[in-house]
């Protein structure tokens, strides 16, 4: 895999995760049924790419709706906890670039763009949240308004007690487990 091209192998790979998990989730996405995913999925190889750097990186994508307006099925990473491939990052690149030891390797916002996806916004986590319980031991950073970014915040959710919350930080922090989610329009 490079340059955002998959093999025939790692297409046929990222089809059967994906089918398969669809089968097994079918409370996420009611009155869709797989046929009609795949062939959008076999038509944007881009958009395949991006949803198995999804899976490589522990996301474990699913389609979690369908957009009436536009027809395109909307993909969210359930895995249980923040994905491992993308915890201990900080925000984004200013943040990065403001932190003058101890590093993060990355940041959540160039690795989301990187990887063809958009970090979650708080709304969509809360969506996320009605379809089961998501980051009861980890928390993941969601799309922070600018006004709040502006002022050196930023901000993530988790679930504990049974309940939703959101924080906020300095966006230059990053914890173990602290990563990110991300949604893709296929």
């Given at each position: 895999m490079s340059n955002g091209t998959l093999s025939k192998k790692q297409r046929d790979e990222i089809l059967r995760a994906l089918q398969s998990r669809f089968e097994?989730?079918?409370?996420?996405?009611?009155?869709?049924?797989?046929?009609?995913?795949q062939a959008k999925l076999e038509a944007s190889a881009e958009k395949l790419w991006s949803l198995n750097e999804m899976e490589r990186t522990?996301?474990?994508?699913d389609v979690v709706g369908n957009d009436q307006k536009t027809g395109e099925h909307i993909f969210y990473d359930c895995s249980a906890e923040s994905p491992k491939g993308r915890r201990s990052v900080c925000y984004d690149r200013e943040a990065l670039e403001s932190r003058k030891?101890?590093?993060?390797?990355?940041?959540?916002?160039?690795?989301?763009?990187?990887?063809?996806?958009?970090?979650?916004?708080?709304?969509?986590?809360?969506?996320?949240?009605?379809?089961?319980?998501?980051?009861?031991?980890?928390?993941?950073?969601?799309?922070?308004?600018?006004?709040?970014?502006?002022?050196?915040?930023?901000?993530?959710?988790?679930?504990?007690?049974?309940?939703?919350?959101?924080?906020?930080?300095?966006?230059?922090?990053?914890y173990a487990a602290r990563g990110f989610r991300g949604s893709l329009r296929v």
């Open positions: 097994k989730n079918m409370n996420r996405h009611k009155d869709l049924a797989w046929p009609p995913v522990g996301g474990e994508p030891e101890n590093k993060p390797a990355s940041n959540a916002m160039d690795m989301a763009a990187a990887m063809g996806m958009e970090l979650l916004t708080e709304e969509q986590y809360r969506e996320l949240q009605k379809l089961g319980s998501f980051d009861t031991k980890t928390s993941s950073w969601v799309k922070t308004p600018s006004d709040i970014r502006k002022l050196g915040g930023a901000l993530f959710c988790d679930r504990r007690y049974n309940t939703v919350f959101l924080y906020h930080n300095g966006a230059e922090s990053y």
